[in-house]
């Protein structure tokens, strides 16, 4: 009997530094714009409003991010427990405030080197290989307030400064990296990913471009610099991809689906993995009123390093309308769009379709021909635990099984797939909400919205369950 995945497929999780690791003030940690970020609900409001511009203001808003899950001081018992789980890799991210506090330092931060050290040495302890994103949603607060962020071409250095350093730190043991997770999240949150507030260019598309294209130079060279530092390196990029519908079969809508789907799925990934601007960029750009600073040598080095692989996030599908004003819209949905019928949604509103996921994987790999390797998925949702802290997440296993299913459909469909680490492994901050109640881990961590509890790990249904799918390499998923 054919298996459903290769044998050297990684099984794994996923989490980020600004949403585990707390201790934002500790051994020499400078400042993210995630620490200036509040938490809750009305988060992502709060970061839209003309008026936000990264002050701390404790007297009116918590910041749990802060303290996050505490990872920093007990990742050796997080990474035993993703062990137990039977991960072949642990996808996380390296805090860049951690190496160089303001971001604009000459000499890295060897607390925060170290720190790296160890939480790399105990993956590789448990037989984990650890798969490091250089930078996720973590850019030093100085960089954005002061240089406003990636529109400003200075970034560039200072990104290759820290690249080069952590690399050459860690190329030797680390096989697996990607440079900028999300970046064509920008088009929605450039907050995030660009450091870009609303004063600063939020709403402006020449200044989303203009970090774009900075962005794109700056991953070429982290590129460079790894396969300089060591032939064995495999290093990606990581976009956010929604599979995109039509409303219906009116062509004004299939072409608008079309548009958007260049626009956001893959215009960042044609320059990266493509190693060009798109045909249709010229098009999109004078649609907007762009028009980038281009300097000399930087679309050779964008065309000459180019990634070898794509990591990608799949947590919804997303449908185009653009004609019938009374479809319903769907509400929550992190990418807005129109509801989409035939699918049901989480709590939050983000509407589930793993067969979406069998598309994205069809359509990436259609194009770019490069290993595929799904770095996020995942269902955020209430958890709510016995006497015990046991929690039946049925809702996750059917979640991740049907997801799963699709996965295994795409790679017998010819798909080259490296791998699936579930986002959210331990529970931990949420970035749309910064809360801790939407969430999505396999692991509970007894802590609310306020960072109070305990902060004790539990095992839920879901980590038993996960155990299973990965000692068998997929083939049990009941």
């Known amino acids: 009997m054919k298996e459903k995945f290769p044998q050297n497929f990684m099984w794994g999780g996923a989490t980020a530094a600004n949403q585990v690791e707390g201790a934002y003030d500790q051994d020499g940690k ?81 607390a925060g080197l ?54 050459t730190r860690y190329g030797h043991k680390v096989n697996y990296w990607m440079t900028f997770n999300e970046i064509n999240s920008a088009a929605h949150f450039p907050i995030m990913s660009q450091g870009l507030t609303v004063k600063t260019g939020a709403l402006d598309d020449q200044a989303k471009y203009q970090a774009w294209h900075n962005q794109f130079v700056a991953s070429s060279l982290a590129v460079k610099i790894a396969h300089e530092t060591n032939a064995k390196i495999q290093i990606g990029c990581m976009i956010l991809y929604a ?11 299939q072409l608008e689906t079309l548009k958007e789907t260049q626009a956001f799925n893959f215009y960042c990934a044609d320059v990266q993995a493509g190693g060009k601007y798109p045909y249709y960029a010229k098009r999109l750009w004078a649609s907007k009123g762009v028009e980038l600073d281009i300097q000399p040598g930087d679309l050779a080095l964008i065309e000459q390093h180019t990634v070898d692989y794509i990591g990608f996030s799949y947590y919804m599908s997303s449908t185009i309308n653009k004609t019938n004003p009374d479809a319903l819209s769907a509400e929550g949905n992190l990418l807005g769009g129109a509801r989409n019928p035939f699918l049901e949604a989480s ?35 209430i958890d ?78 879901s980590f038993h369950w996960y155990q299973k799918v990965i000692a068998t390499n997929g083939e049990d998923l009941s």
Not at 243 to 253: E, L, Q
Not at 363 to 377: C, G, S
């Open 243 to 253: 599979t995109n519908y039509a409303y219906d079969c009116d062509p004004v809508n």
């Open 30 to 110: 400078g400042l993210s714009i995630v620490d200036a970020i509040p938490g809750g609900k009305k988060r992502l409001s709060i970061v839209s409003s003309p008026e936000f511009d990264f002050s701390l203001d404790t007297t009116r808003h918590t910041y749990p991010n802060h303290k996050g899950i505490d990872h920093y001081h007990r990742f050796q018992d997080d990474i035993a427990l993703f062990a137990e789980m039977g991960f072949k890799c642990y996808r996380f991210s390296i805090a860049w405030t951690r190496i160089y506090p303001n971001g604009i330092e000459q000499q890295p931060n060897e």
């Open 384 to 461: 709510k635990p016995d006497e015990n802290h046991y929690i039946a997440d049925d809702y996750r296993i059917k979640y991740l099984r049907q997801h799963i299913e699709a996965m295994a459909d795409a790679v017998e469909d010819g798909v080259e797939l490296m791998g699936y680490t579930p986002w959210g492994c331990i529970d931990l901050v949420s970035m749309s909400t910064g809360e801790m109640s939407k969430r999505y881990g396999l692991i509970y961590v007894d802590l609310d919205d306020n960072i109070s509890g305990t902060g004790n790990r539990y095992r839920k249904k």
């Open 347 to 381: 709590e939050w509103g983000w509407e589930i379709d793993p067969v979406g996921l069998r598309i994205a994987l069809n359509q990436l790999y259609d194009r770019y021909e490069k290993p595929l390797f799904i770095v996020e998925n995942g269902l955020g949702a």
């Open 114 to 167: 170290k720190h790296y050290d160890e939480v790399i040495d105990a993956c590789i302890a448990q037989g984990i290989e650890p798969v490091i994103t250089l930078s996720h949603y973590e850019m030093p607060l100085h960089l954005a307030k002061e240089f406003g962020g990636w529109k400003n071409r200075e970034l560039i250095g200072h990104f290759e400064r820290f690249a080069r350093t952590v690399l």
